[in-house]
């Protein structure tokens, strides 16, 4: 497919056009953003810079209004075409997007490209937070939705100790990919591992890799107490009936004893405002009897 087509516009033809958000809409200086993080994503709007949204990663759910803005693809699987149509005047991301040919085109016809790091751990995210508030001019915001995260974290700290006697539950995350239409287990690497230790729980995943094909010899040998299964792969089986009946769950304690629990993935695998929030409901979830 030829990209010769995309051409820039012209300034006043961008403005008589409009697309989703003209500048007197967005009130942000007439940024046009395409966020490819669902992290980047949710800060935003948190901070208040969602009018100069225009579009998002289809992994972007969060808030429920993020749904709403034009989608862009799969955050690892970016074509450039629908991501120029938008006549954005930044591309935020974390670092982790692509394919590469994508990155060089948006390049080549000259759209900034805004990389921004950290958010792996609490230090790190509150930085962003306070980063993204400023890009925004709303220091306030950051330093308020801080401050809230930093209490939260202490009230679920606080509940987390109350099972500190009882014998560690043992945990298995299992998230169906939207992109390669397989089933994973979550292992010891990445942001659920921090979330599940945080909730005083065991990810029984036996495997050294971040992802693991689902099979019934994993399961089986894990024998997970909980089951936590994320939205995508949930709502595709329809019924906790229907996700017991897949190869090895039926074997699992989780599974007899109907310990398995949809959750939404973007509550587990990265860090943001409502962490705290998120480590109190996993911690209620998973010790509940």
Excluded at 147 to 171: F, N
């Amino acid at each position: 497919m030829s990209y010769n087509r995309f051409l820039y516009i012209p300034v006043l033809l961008l403005a008589a056009c409009g697309g989703r958000f003209g500048d007197k809409e967005n009130g942000k200086q007439g940024l046009r953003i395409v966020s490819v993080s669902k992290q980047l994503t949710e800060i935003i709007f948190a901070v208040r810079g969602d009018t100069a949204l225009v579009g998002v990663d289809i992994s972007s759910t969060y808030p429920p209004a993020a749904k709403k803005i034009t989608t862009v693809g799969y955050h690892r699987a970016l074509a450039p075409e629908g991501i120029i149509s938008l006549n954005p005047t930044a591309v935020w991301n974390d670092g982790n997007w692509g394919p590469q040919p994508t990155i060089d085109q948006l390049k080549k016809v000259g759209i900034p490209l805004r990389q921004f790091n950290g958010g792996s751990t609490l230090d790190s995210t509150k930085l962003l937070i306070r980063q993204l508030a400023g890009e925004f001019h709303n220091t306030q915001a950051g330093d308020s939705i801080c401050d809230r995260l930093d209490k939260d974290m202490a009230r679920a700290d606080s509940l987390r100790k109350t099972y500190a006697g009882e014998a560690p539950v043992k945990v298995l995350v299992i998230h169906f990919g939207q992109a390669a239409n397989q089933y994973f287990v979550l292992s010891h690497r990445g942001t659920q591992q921090q979330m599940l230790d945080w909730a005083g729980a065991i990810n029984v995943a036996d495997t050294a890799q971040k992802w693991k094909n689902l099979s019934p010899e994993v399961i089986a040998k894990a024998q997970p107490d909980v089951i936590l299964a994320t939205d995508y792969g949930y709502d595709l089986q329809g019924s906790v009936e229907k996700f017991k009946q897949l190869p090895g769950v039926s074997l699992s304690p989780a599974a007899k004893n109907n310990r398995i629990y949809r959750v939404e993935e973007h509550d587990l695998v990265y860090l943001g405002p409502r962490t705290g929030v998120n480590v109190y409901e996993l911690i209620r979830l998973i010790h509940q009897h």
